[in-house]
């Protein structure tokens, strides 16, 4: 069953079409992400997947449920989101912070309830973060400070996460690190994955189907080891791309002239 | 708890300071006793005299400076919440130059009169609200419209009332110049048991709303997108927070007039007393503006009696120095 449904989307800013009519599905439990140039409308896709962008034309659905019909509460009980940059409030600790994944369990004017709790601490521990619990997040490092962003979005406790350039910023061990511990969700827990990536090679490695975009348009959508090889993912970029088998993996590596 | 625990004690001070403190001078302990009677244990000493100074002069203008000082204080506080910003405070929106509009309209039109008319607060009142109901049209529609759009809507309303208050003083006679000019600065000295019981149902509501909105104001620290995708309805929460601290804002300046300073550095004093937690910063800011509000106020009509120093100079003669001294106890933190 498809758990991500988008279908003949297109959305416009002002006069300029951001993506148009994209089409796509993820099935649950799978992974899938999205690849393509600066400017392709990757981020766009995944805001408007999440409900936070209004389509101009198509739908999203959830499970067969309509994004754009859901209100705030309803859509942060589907779908997590990991944006590209979060923004860190001073002051708050970590294990605030993760609790705030939890807002619309218990609402706005209620505590968080024993069970809220519960899951916050389960996150916590799952992502060897409990240490840093009380610690102020403006004093962590970049790859602790994003595994504290994911263990926000993996306590609303959604079948959904939608990540928009998870690993930016972060070393190479820290990117892997987060990407098997999403890995992980998705093949232990049956959690449906949309991200973005630029890393091609890391994007092949770990999405189970990957889709390119370019100048907001679907170029191409498939298993990703077809994808890294097309002769459009070279076109996209304009430039000449090598994949290498390294045991098993694909290496996507720029060919200069 | 300590913080609380001080707060609530320099509460119960300022009180008693209230009452006690003015140009009669009554034994402290015979006040009292005398509040003691009225709650039915033991009996007054004081003459009529007295009584009447303590319950019909100093109660309802120590009760009006804890609901402006609550009200002020805990305003400020939301709206550096829900703007994400340290600068801002209660005025942000255009309140207090729709008050002044209001206010100056309501002055002058009287002309040679001596008395600021009884209207002057219902003025003020509607001004306020006026204010800012324009700028919320203007800034504050649209699904994606950002707080810095209702922030400049705010900065261009608050120029174009202040304009029309300025020339409406300038063709007006320098005593009702001088009235104007009295009423903008603030001052508790009309303070009446009607005032009080004009402007406290709406700062109860309203104070009850602000620190209620303490969950959501936390959860909006992440910003609006992200807030949104916890499961926030940031517009909801925004009007509803906007709506509460500018109505009980409104209510407390055309009582009151202008009182700068309690709202912007009472919240911040009580951050960095208490971290960065609306949940903590909304309550605590409403015991120590109250509290704050009458110290001032007992300074103020002290100091020079009989006359009276304006209240907004000693909240930030006074407020200045407290904050500094605690920004230099505490690592600063943003809000």
Not at chain 2, 225 to 242: K, Q, T
Request: hydrophobic letters at 50%; a neutral charge.
């Amino acid at each position: 069953m498809s758990s991500i449904e988008v279908l003949g989307l297109s959305v416009r800013a002002g006069s300029a079409t951001l993506i148009s009519d994209v089409s796509l599905s993820v099935d649950a439990g799978t992974w899938c992400t999205v690849i393509g140039p600066n400017g392709a409308g990757k981020t766009t896709l995944v805001e408007t997947v999440a409900g936070l962008r209004r389509s101009s034309h198509g739908t999203v659905t959830l499970s067969g449920e309509s994004v754009s019909a859901m209100n705030e509460r309803q859509r942060a009980l589907r779908v997590a989101v990991v944006p590209q940059h979060p923004t860190i409030p001073f002051g708050m600790s970590v294990h605030d912070y993760v609790s705030l994944g939890r807002t619309a369990y218990h609402g706005l004017l209620r505590a968080p309830s024993a069970a809220d709790r519960r899951c916050v601490g389960d996150v916590l521990e799952r992502l060897s973060l409990t240490e840093f619990a009380a610690r102020d997040v403006a004093t962590l490092s970049g790859g602790e400070r994003q595994r504290m962003v994911l263990a926000r979005a993996l306590a609303q406790a959604t079948t959904v996460m939608v990540l928009d350039e998870p690993i930016t910023g972060l070393d190479l061990r820290h990117q892997i690190a987060i990407l098997e511990l999403l890995q992980n969700e998705v093949r232990e827990c049956g959690l449906t994955v949309l991200a973005t990536l630029h890393d091609l090679t890391l994007a092949g490695q770990f999405a189970d189907r990957l889709v390119l975009l370019d100048q907001g348009r679907l170029v191409l959508d498939g298993p990703s080891g077809e994808v890294v090889r097309s002769r459009e993912l070279a076109e996209c970029y304009g430039m000449e791309l090598r994949v290498i088998d390294v045991d098993g993996a694909d290496v996507v590596i720029p060919v200069r002239h | 708890m300590l913080v609380v625990g001080a707060t609530l004690a320099a509460l119960v001070v300022a009180m008693v300071c209230g009452l006690v403190i003015g140009p009669t001078s009554i034994a402290t302990m015979r006040v009292i006793g005398d509040v003691f009677s009225h709650l039915g244990l033991g009996h007054s000493t004081l003459t009529p005299t007295q009584s009447e100074i303590i319950w019909q002069l100093r109660a309802p203008r120590m009760v009006l400076g804890l609901l402006a000082g609550a009200m002020l204080a805990v305003a400020g506080g939301t709206y550096q919440g829900v703007f994400r910003n340290p600068l801002a405070d209660p005025y942000l929106l255009g309140v207090a130059a729709g008050a002044g509009l209001g206010a100056t309209i309501a002055i002058v039109d009287v002309g040679g009169a001596v008395v600021t008319p009884s209207w002057t607060p219902i003025l003020a009142f509607v001004g306020a609200l006026l204010a800012v109901a324009v700028t919320w049209a203007i800034g504050g529609r649209g699904l994606r419209s950002s707080t810095a759009t209702l922030i400049l809507a705010g900065v261009a309303v608050a120029s174009l009332f202040t304009s029309a208050q300025t020339f409406l003083q300038q063709q007006s006679s320098t005593t009702s110049l001088a009235r104007v000019y009295i009423w903008l600065l603030g001052s508790l000295a009309s303070a009446s048991w009607s005032s009080v019981t004009l402007v406290l149902p709406y700062v109860v509501v309203c104070v009850v709303i602000c620190v209620a909105a303490g969950r959501a104001l936390d959860v909006m620290s992440v910003g609006e997108d992200e807030s949104r995708s916890l499961g926030l309805p940031v517009r909801r929460v925004r009007l509803i927070v906007i709506v509460a601290s500018s109505l009980g804002t409104a209510a407390i300046v055309s009582a009151v007039g202008l009182i700068g300073f309690v709202g912007i550095i009472v919240p911040h004093i009580v951050r960095l007393l208490v971290g960065t937690s609306y949940r903590r910063i909304l309550p605590i800011s409403v015991a120590f503006g109250a509290a704050f509000l009458v110290f001032a106020d007992t300074i103020a009509r002290t100091v020079l009696a009989p006359s009276e120093l304006p209240l907004g100079v000693v909240t930030a003669i006074v407020g200045a120095p407290v904050f500094v001294i605690i920004l230099s106890l505490r690592r600063p933190m943003a809000p």
